[in-house]
């Protein structure tokens, strides 16, 4: 791969990815603007189908879906 192609792929990754510090209230608003959906329409859910605070970083819920499995 050209060294252009793979910075150029890096950078389309990074604007894809939440990053696990981000709080869930900030990533449901990022992927309401990005995909231009209503506000409010995007909700993180626990394994247990209830809402996901909105202060809680995103980690929280990805660990919690891992020990699901």
Do not use: D, P, V, W
């Given at each position: 791969m050209k060294k252009?192609?793979?910075k150029r792929a890096e950078s389309f990754r990074r604007?894809?990815?939440m990053r696990r510090d981000a709080t869930v209230g900030t990533t449901e608003r990022t992927i309401e603007d990005k995909?231009?959906?209503p506000e409010g329409s995007v909700r993180i859910v626990l394994p247990?189908?209830?809402k996901?605070?909105?202060d809680?970083?995103?980690s929280s819920p990805l660990n919690d879906w891992e020990k699901e499995d």
């Open positions: 252009n192609q793979k604007g894809r990815s995909f231009g959906l247990s189908l209830k996901a605070r909105s809680k970083t995103i």
